[in-house]
């Protein structure tokens, strides 16, 4: 297996990874514990930064394959797909408001975004990983 051929593989890892940093860091804010919410935070804004780079290599080095699933399964990749390409266009920018706001202690103003910015970046990762699974596990071309 080259290199290319390994990257959708480690995105979805790297999803994975991304998305038990952002439950993590929801969980330490809930209890209130701000400085351990931040390294949870940052951690998974770097992961995603290097699911990104990652992503966009396969991307640019490697065809675009079909979904082989047919029938009921079918419309629903496709509903996935979209949404999650939709939303992980849209979370970058978001995400570095966010984190922005936050390190430049405008708390305010990061608490009122951050409320929008997590659950769409969770459901970026874990959508993700469905989409991964659907389309190289469970329908692979």
Known sequence: MSLIQALPHLNA??????????????YFIRRGEILRHRKMMITAAVISAIF????????ANAPIFEFRGQGAVRPLYYGLLI???ALSVAIVPLVALTLW???ASRFDRH?????????AW????ISGIFV?????QMYPS
């Open 52 to 59: 990104l780079v990652s992503y966009l290599a396969h991307r």
């Open 111 to 119: 608490r009122r975004i951050a409320r929008w910015t997590w659950p």
């Open 13 to 26: 890892v790297l999803n994975a990874v991304a998305a038990t940093f952002l439950a993590a860091g929801f």
């Open 122 to 125: 969770m459901y970026v990762s």
């Open 83 to 85: 949404s999650h390409v």
């Open 101 to 103: 706001r936050a390190l």
């Open 132 to 136: 991964y699974l659907m389309l190289y």
